[in-house]
């Protein structure tokens, strides 16, 4: 069976919450020579998708979800961050500060696009989740980052961001790094009107975003 036999059967694997099938397949995807890279994009990325419809068709509900996210994470975490990692450049691109804004506890997209970032050779510090604005003070001032990243998969709690950006200038560190937000229901013209540097609509745009931001495109 090739990669692309492979990867398909793992993203339904994913999209039908079947984590040890998914965990196997993965495996087995490796063993034939796919990338770990290629596994994320082509069969985790889109099974995690295909979830995401399910749920706004009210096929899904929030157990499934929570479910889907072990299920990724898991795989994530055990067999190809250690690969991913393994395999990135060592470009010096800079450093990303990213996290979830307060009172958002979704990191699935957070994780990816650390990962993606990682994989450019960037260094990236994540903070998590539900990430209040003095954390990312704090962590701004303490790592020094290039690029500060904000996510947020609720329209409630997208409205942080702001309050993130307000409390970086009260601080004076805004014109020390460049900002970049991203997630579902956050769009370019708020981010634009909220004072941030970029947006990015996805893990592959905002690696693309980081890399312009600090002109090492």
């Known amino acids: 069976m090739d990669c692309k036999d492979l990867l398909n059967r793992v993203r339904r694997a994913v999209a039908e919450l079947d984590g040890e099938l998914t965990r196997r397949l993965v495996e087995e995807a490796l063993r034939a020579g796919c990338s770990p890279l290629a596994v994320v994009e082509e069969g985790l990325r889109p099974g995690m998708w295909e979830v995401g419809e399910r749920f706004e068709r009210g096929e899904y509900f929030l157990p499934e979800l929570i479910v889907a996210a072990d299920i990724f994470n898991g795989v994530m975490g055990d067999l190809l961050l250690p690969l991913l990692e393994a395999s990135r450049q060592s470009s010096g691109r800079g450093r990303v500060v990213i996290g979830t804004v307060r009172?958002?506890?979704?990191?699935?997209?957070?994780?990816?696009?650390?990962?993606?970032?990682?994989?450019?050779?960037?260094?990236?510090?994540?903070?998590?989740?539900?990430?209040?604005?003095?954390?990312?003070?704090?962590?701004v001032r303490a790592y020094k980052p290039d690029i500060l990243g904000m996510s947020a998969l609720l329209t409630t709690t997208m409205l942080e961001m702001r309050n993130v950006i307000d409390a970086l200038k009260a601080a004076g560190l805004r014109d020390k790094v460049k900002v970049i937000a991203g997630g579902a229901p956050v769009t370019e013209e708020f981010a634009r009107e909220i004072g941030a540097d970029a947006y990015a609509r996805d893990a592959v745009e905002a690696v693309e975003k980081c890399k312009k931001l600090l002109g090492k495109d």
Do not use: Q, T
């Open 103 to 139: 009172g958002d506890k979704h990191d699935i997209g957070k994780n990816l696009v650390a990962v993606m970032l990682r994989v450019s050779g960037f260094e990236v510090v994540d903070l998590g989740v539900d990430v209040p604005p003095e954390k990312f003070v704090e962590a």
